[in-house]
């Protein structure tokens, strides 16, 4: 009876609820209201402050870099090579490669993971890999507010999930136990889900990415021009009427038989048109 009378106790503790919330955010409100009483909260209620609070006190800002780069380059394989040893130099890897072989070019197409410390010089030197640079874009995005949040978040999650620890300690029946457990596997679920997005975040944080696309365009000797084009035509244009001589020489008997039926028909009508005019 006592635990049920904490619950309802909980569930009034905050305003800003409705009265149709779950009992499963109870104890959290009561960690909030817990923490507000206390004339300076804990240190561990803080989010990550050797992380995100930088010396100055100022907030330090969590960027996520990206850039897509499409380069050309005179010799694929000495500019690969050369790549491979930029990824050594800076401690990068290619997590993902797609390579195309055309008639007219080479084509490969990597994403490549960097410190972000070193995205800036490791992106200025795959540009001078380059003949010609075909485009350039890079991107910042500022990841700071929901990194904040989510460490917050996270905090109250894992406090509220100590107090259900507790009250789980003081269930008698099974009825209790097994309601408590559900409002634990819950607050569990909601704990794993945050706690995957702050990895994702530091991962994209801590390496930045670079999508590269390397082409070389094979030598005109390698490749067809519009003479060679046009002589190619030609050439198929004149198989095609030989092909169709062909056929017609094999189809002989069926062009007969067919011419055959047409001067049957072409003198019925003639016999027929006789008598009508008689």
């Known amino acids: 009876m006592g635990i049920w009378l904490f619950f309802a106790a909980c569930s009034n503790a905050s305003n800003d609820y409705s009265a149709s919330m779950e009992p499963e955010y109870a104890p959290e409100m009561m960690a909030v209201n817990e923490t507000a009483k206390q004339q300076s909260p804990e240190p561990n209620l803080r989010p990550e402050s050797s992380t995100i609070n930088a010396r100055d006190g100022r907030i330090e800002k969590k960027i996520i870099k990206t850039a897509e780069i499409s380069i050309e380059v005179e010799d694929f394989k000495k500019a690969r090579t050369g790549l491979d040893a930029l990824l050594k130099k800076y401690n990068a890897y290619v997590s993902d490669e797609s390579k195309q072989n055309y008639d007219y070019q ?15 010089s490791l992106l200025n030197n795959v540009s001078g890999l380059a003949i010609h640079v075909n485009s350039k874009h890079i991107k910042l995005s500022d990841v700071t507010e929901e990194f904040i949040d989510i460490t917050v978040r996270l905090k109250n999650k894992k406090q ?12 008698r029946t099974i009825d209790e136990i097994l309601k408590v457990n559900e409002h634990l596997r819950l607050i569990r679920e909601e704990i794993e889900s945050k706690e995957g997005r702050l990895k994702y975040l530091r991962s994209q944080i801590s390496l930045s990415t670079i999508y590269l696309n390397m082409v070389q365009t094979v030598e005109s000797k390698d490749y067809p021009g519009f003479v060679s084009k046009f002589i190619k035509a030609i050439e198929g244009g004149w198989e095609g009427i030989l092909i169709f001589i062909l056929a017609l020489v094999y189809m002989w008997p069926f062009i007969i038989l ?21």
């Open 160 to 171: 509220v999930e100590q107090q259900y620890l507790e009250i789980l300690k003081k269930a």
């Open 106 to 120: 080479i084509s490969d197409d990597l994403v490549i993971r960097v410190k972000a410390e070193k995205f800036d």
């Open 258 to 278: 067919i011419i055959f039926i047409i001067w049957l028909i072409v003198r019925y009508r003639k016999k027929r048109k006789q008598k009508q005019n008689n």
